[in-house]
């Protein structure tokens, strides 16, 4: 079954703020009850698509990487 539900302007500034925090489409999906499709589907109606997760995840895994080695040393 299909429904279809508006965006509340507390949701739009929500999704803002999950967008500014760089959260990722699944945590502002599940923050704000709606499907991963639809957060994804309004952020980049609202011009602030979400990055790319896989080059996100690869920042973030090379940056934890550099900061074990750092300790290391």
Same mark, same amino acid.
């Given at each position: 079954? #299909?429904?279809? *539900?508006s965006w509340t302007p507390a949701q739009i500034e929500r999704l803002e703020?999950? @967008? %500014?925090a760089?959260? +990722?489409p699944a945590r502002a999906a599940v923050v704000l009850k *709606? +499907?991963? #499709?639809s957060v994804q589907v309004k952020a980049r109606a609202l011009g602030k698509?979400?990055?790319n997760m896989r080059k @996100? *995840? @690869?920042a973030r895994n090379a940056a934890a %990487? %550099? +900061?074990s080695e750092n300790r290391t040393v």
């Open positions: 079954m #299909v429904t279809s *539900r703020e999950l @967008l %500014a760089k959260a +990722s *709606r +499907s991963i #499709v698509p979400f990055p @996100l *995840r @690869l %990487a %550099a +900061s």
